[in-house]
């Protein structure tokens, strides 16, 4: 295994294996190298979706996503983040599924709409491109560490309300039509501001702009305020990969401690084809306090 640091803050490059035949050392390896590093990528991982599902079980449970359109049909854990159908074309700008999907553009986590978010993600990028469409990762523990004492102590405490119709009515498009899609019903929840990781116990920031309404029990003026300052605050380039992309590149990356975002791309004569599996979490993010 060959293994080389991508960004000073965050992730890791790894070479020499194969993720479809890996041995007992070699998945060890990779846990602990994940949560060393928070991202993963592993190039040239020509893999069939099947074998993307296996390898994702090491890990345990998969999700299958809320939205129902975007599922694969043969594999239903494989969540096509795609604007290209199953048949090979390109779907129109104004096509609901797509509105859906071009909110992966902005940033956010995985799954911070559920109860138990998800624990990390796994994206396969099948066909990509360089016209855009880089994928940016914070690294969250480092963006929480570097706040003041004094902020630190004003958001420990405080808690978050997320909605998976936040994404929705974040689409100019998707809010003023009728059919806005077909996606399981989901409550909103509460989560953290600042979250404990479960395994190496740090302390990161638990951001998700897309699914955050905003703080509990707070001013919303205020709220949305305190929020804002620590998305800007998070997205500063000392703090964020940024990955081109290659076909069969493989990114895994830990939800509990990283964000991420897309940069946009002609979405109407680029085909990019990228498909995820994404890990159940296994406990209700970790208060700070
Ligand atoms: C995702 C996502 C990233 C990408 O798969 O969770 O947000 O590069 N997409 O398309
Ligand atoms: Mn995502």
Redesign the pocket.
Known sequence: MYIEKLHPKIGAKIEGIDLANLDNAQFDKIKKLWLEHLILLFPNQSISDEEHIKFGKLFGKLEKHPSLSHRSSTNPEI?R??NVSEKGDIIPSKNTSWQYLKQ??LW?T?SSFRQIPSKG?I?H?ISTTRKG???FFANMYETYNDLSDNIKERINDLWVIHDHDYIINLSSELKSKKNKGSYEQLPSVKHPLVQIHPVTRKKSLFLSPHTMENIDNFDKKEGRKLLDELIEHSIQTKYVYK?L?NDDDI?MWDNRCTM???EPFDNSSIK?I?H?V?LVGENKPIPAL
């Open positions: 969540y983040v795609s992966s553009w956010h995985d993600s994206l990028g469409g880089h994928t990955h992309w990114i991420h975002s897309v990019r990228m995820r994404t």
